[in-house]
């Protein structure tokens, strides 16, 4: 099934790269993504979540407080100041440096409200953290993102917070609510039919890449040289795929506390960045800068990135998950007594 989404996926962004014309975006399309994306798309994630979500499961998963300081330090503290190190090496080559700029933008940027969710529960990982993490941490991002991008670019802009955080309240946490309200009524019904939750929220997903990619590279101002463009997606893939397996090390380590499956909920929502918050968030901080475009473009690379590779990494994580999960509660297991 992953397979084919990401085929799907793939289609999408070769039809939204051929139907790009100079200075044409896909606001006030057909699609009306200022209206469906900004505020339909993500609210019908977290409704979907809702529904799908056993309340207890939630309920437990908000005392949890380890593995969500454990998440939020990484992706807040660690990431962006790990990025911003690793920037200072590459400043000397010859890699665009707007392109560099938006690499730290990246790392400033808190969890996504969708794809960590959608790959934990793919895997079969502890979702209820991942919703909390990515909600939480959006709530967080309001705030200490802006801050991030002054302290790491000097970019300064009046931030209207009150805003932002009542349209993140409305568009995750009240769906979320209302979800789980719904999901009351509805619980025998649910259990019965098995509806496809999670692909419904992968093609919500994908319409979220689809509109976004088109209104980012639809900007005629956008100049991009092709060896700046390749060295950036191969060092987005690289932090990636460091940063999951660094999240991985720390929270399999013997003396660790973490369940496997806390673990999967770990790697993908330390190391997963929002675009949905990220793109509006950089267009406020950064209203007027003439390089806006360019600013962008690693965060819009990263998201479908991210995507792509966990989902490539899912039967794997998976298959690491089941058989941790057996060989613990075999070593739990009372051991019989011997017969003499």
Not at 275 to 287: D, E, H, N
Not at 321 to 326: A, F, L, P, T
């Amino acid at each position: 099934r992953l397979r084919k989404e990401w085929f799907i996926l793939g289609i999408v962004l070769v039809i939204a790269v051929a139907r790009l014309e100079p200075g044409v975006g896909v606001k006030g399309g057909p699609l009306k993504p200022e209206i469906t994306i900004t505020y339909i798309a993500v609210s019908a994630i977290f409704f979907n979540s809702g529904l799908s979500l056993k309340t207890e499961e939630l309920t437990s998963a908000l005392m949890h407080v380890k593995l969500h300081l454990f998440v939020q330090i990484f992706t807040l503290v660690f990431f962006p100041t790990a990025i911003w190190v690793f920037l200072q090496l590459l400043s000397i080559t010859p890699i665009n440096e707007w392109l560099l700029k938006g690499l730290q933008t990246v790392g400033c940027m808190p969890p996504p409200v969708s794809s960590a969710v959608i790959l934990t529960k793919a895997v079969g990982g502890n979702e209820a953290a991942a919703i909390f993490n990515s909600a939480f941490g959006s709530f967080l991002g309001i705030v200490i993102t802006p801050l991030l991008l002054l302290l790491f670019l000097g970019s300064s802009s009046s931030v209207p917070f009150t805003s932002i955080f009542s349209q993140l309240f409305m568009t995750v946490v009240v769906p979320l609510i209302i979800g789980q309200i719904v999901r009351r009524y509805i619980k025998d019904w649910l259990e019965r039919k098995k509806p496809p939750f999670g692909a419904i929220s992968s093609c919500v997903l994908l319409m979220i890449i689809y509109t976004t990619f088109c209104d980012t590279f639809a900007n005629p101002n956008i100049d991009l040289d092709k060896f700046s463009l390749i060295i950036i997606v191969f060092i987005i893939f690289s932090v990636q795929m460091s940063f999951m397996f660094l999240t991985f090390l720390f929270s399999t380590r013997n003396n660790s506390t973490f369940t496997p499956a806390d673990t999967v909920a770990i790697v993908f929502c330390s190391t997963h960045k929002s675009l949905t918050l990220g793109i509006p968030m950089l267009k406020i901080v950064f209203a007027g800068y003439e390089h806006l475009s360019l600013i962008s473009v690693p965060l819009l690379i990263y998201h479908p990135a991210q995507i792509l590779l966990g989902s490539l990494l899912v039967p794997t994580i998976k298959s690491w998950m089941v058989s941790r999960q057996k060989a613990l509660k075999l070593t739990r297991q009372p051991k019989a007594p011997v017969k003499v």
